[in-house]
């Protein structure tokens, strides 16, 4: 696709033609649960999703949801890409975790980088990255651009990837004093390796979490942004990617997209158990009295009330805050207020409760009521447990308590951010 002039018309007009509405994206995500659930078993056995599933998320355009409309994308909101990772998710977790973190990082490269950077990654139009934020890979500048050395794990969604965004330390030749140079890399793939080392895990085995290996290629100058932080990068000239489009979407902070992103595959996740569970309703009965249906007994009418009851609060919550992130992007396009990390970490941190209380429901309520042969091994409901237990190991999750104290830091510095909620 040719280069295309800055255009700031109401976004209704600068979408493609093809653009379907987000009703209709949920509705095709929707429609391929049946199918990414009979491939469960393949997908964890290869330890990822097939070629076929991910033509179909191609087909369906569900790889266009964050790209700019002026590179033929649709720039959706927040609150839309969530609900369709929650029901790519109820299909398969792994799926839905995989699938979210290579479609969501067009929405960080749309924002950070350059244009020039842009129309190199997007005009092809097949962006698909994964991404990790250590800092494990080295660059240094070299006549054609930046050489990349070293490699980072837990990559998820690599081997779909056109593109991998990471974090690197800038070396030169000078004596290091103080804190390293981060930089935010764009690499295309053909810049980097799979290293196949992936599928040992208790649950997420379909992820595609390879390694992604740099062994002194060269990528362009313009896709490194120089003393940049992917956990909190923030322009001081403002996003570049809210100047080129005129939207709000492009000017925010992203460490809550992320954390949004995999909250919605946990929930989704948590969703495709409590369907399993209430799939047995009907077929099994109880073990003990009168050896009732399931579904007639008045504990077992709870269990799954009560389930079906908290996930949906976990899954509001998750769209909460997803619309919360987007007024925060409208009031800094509008110059009314700044998006400070804080706010970042306040309202990231709902999204990862919503996260936990979807483990908390599928293992208290559902694991300990639905009966061992659900349990065995390759069993639908087994394998959501499983999946739910990994992600609850997942380094954001483990930042619960330490971003307890800095929501509660920020809260006593400004009492009226607890006393006027949104």
């Known amino acids: 696709m040719s280069t295309v002039q800055t255009h700031h018309a109401a976004i209704e007009e ?55 409309a002026r590179y033929g994308g649709f720039e959706e909101r927040p ?28 929405l960080q490269v749309g924002s ?28 240094r500048r070299v006549a054609e651009g930046w050489r990349l050395d070293g490699q980072v794990a837990y990559a998820s969604g690599l081997p779909h990837s056109t593109y991998f965004m990471g974090q690197t330390i800038i070396e030169d030749d000078s004596p290091r004093t103080g804190a390293p140079r981060f ?19 208790l649950g997420l085995r379909g992820t595609g979490s390879n390694t992604v290996r740099f062994d ?61 569970f209430a799939a047995q309703l009907t077929t099994k009965k109880v073990s003990h009295g009168d050896f009732a249906l399931r ?13 079906y009851t908290r996930l949906r609060v976990a899954r509001e919550a998750v769209l909460a805050v997803a619309r919360e992130h987007y007024e925060l992007c409208r009031k800094v396009a509008a ?8 706010d970042d970490h306040r309202i990231s941190a709902i999204a990862r409760e919503a996260m936990v209380q979807a483990w908390e429901v599928v293992e208290g309520l559902l694991f300990r009521n639905i009966g061992a042969s659900s349990i ?12 739910l237990a990994q992600g609850t190991t997942h380094r954001f999750v483990m930042l619960r308590d330490p971003l307890y104290r800095s929501v509660a830091a920020d809260l006593l510095a400004h009492p009226e951010l607890s006393e006027i909620l949104p």
Do not use: C
Not at 112 to 139: H, L
Not at 183 to 201: F, K, N, Q
Not at 335 to 342: H, K, N, S
């Open 14 to 68: 600068r979408r493609p033609i093809d653009y379907p509405g987000s009703e209709e994206l949920i509705r095709r995500a929707r429609a391929l649960i049946p199918e990414i659930r009979t491939e469960q078993d393949q997908t964890e056995e290869r330890t990822t999703f097939s070629e076929g599933l991910r033509q179909r998320f191609i087909d369906n355009d569900l790889y266009r949801l964050y790209v700019p």
């Open 376 to 387: 065995e091994r390759l069993q639908r409901f087994e394998r959501s447990f499983r999946d």
């Open 295 to 307: 579904a007639d007994d008045p504990d077992y009418q709870r269990y799954y009330g009560a389930a």
């Open 183 to 201: 930089g935010i890399i764009i690499a295309p793939r053909e810049s980097w390796g799979i290293v196949d080392d992936w599928g040992r895990t």
């Open 79 to 106: 609150e839309t890409f969530m609900r369709i990772v929650m029901e790519i998710a109820r299909g398969d977790m792994s799926v839905g975790w995989s699938w979210a973190l290579t479609a969501n990082h067009a």
């Open 216 to 276: 002194g290629t060269v990528i362009e100058p313009e896709l490194l942004l120089e003393d940049a932080n992917m956990v909190d990068y923030v322009n001081s000239d403002g996003a570049p990617g809210y100047h080129l489009t005129g939207n709000p979407l492009y000017a925010g902070r992203h460490f809550v997209i992320f954390q949004m992103s995999i909250a919605s595959a946990a929930v989704g996740g948590a969703f495709g158990a409590l369907d399993e």
């Open 112 to 139: 950070w980088f350059p244009e020039k950077a842009q129309n190199r990654v997007f005009s092809a139009g097949d962006f698909r990255a994964a991404a990790n934020y250590a800092p494990t890979v080295t660059a």
């Open 335 to 342: 110059g009314e207020q700044e998006y400070r990390e804080a």
